[in-house]
């Protein structure tokens, strides 16, 4: 179940950052900014798939405005991977995940 995301990769202007152009919004008119150690409070779309890509340990910072995600890349790292986080964002059952049993669940 779910839609995986697409996604287009291409470097920015500024050295050391990478911008992902997809075809959902997540922060509609809003920009949301992240940085490496401070607290993400929500679990908004924004707020995950910053979450996840700070995780990696590649990345520093993750701007998202409607459905750009600039990503500043931590010293020394590429960007290997961090797509494919953005595209299987919604992709709710992977390959080795069981998917629930209805007659399982109570009710």
């Known amino acids: 179940m779910g839609e995986p995301v697409s996604v287009v990769e291409q470097a920015a202007a500024v050295h050391g ?3 992902f152009d997809t075809n959902r919004t997540f922060t509609g ?7 490496r150690g401070e607290p993400i409070i929500g ?9 996840l890509l700070l995780d990696t340990g590649k990345v520093d910072a993750v701007h998202i405005y409607a ?17 494919e986080i ?6 709710h059952y992977k390959p080795g ?6 007659e399982n669940f109570a009710g």
């Not at 459905?67 to 797509?83: C, H």
């Open 17 to 19: 950052r990478v911008r």
């Open 67 to 83: 459905q750009t995600i600039t990503v500043e890349l931590a010293s020394g790292a590429d960007s290997s991977g961090l797509k």
């Open 29 to 35: 008119m809003g920009h949301e900014r992240y940085r």
């Open 97 to 102: 995940v069981p998917i629930p049993d209805p």
């Open 86 to 91: 953005v595209e299987n964002l919604y992709i």
């Open 43 to 51: 679990d908004r779309p924004p707020d995950v798939v910053a979450g």
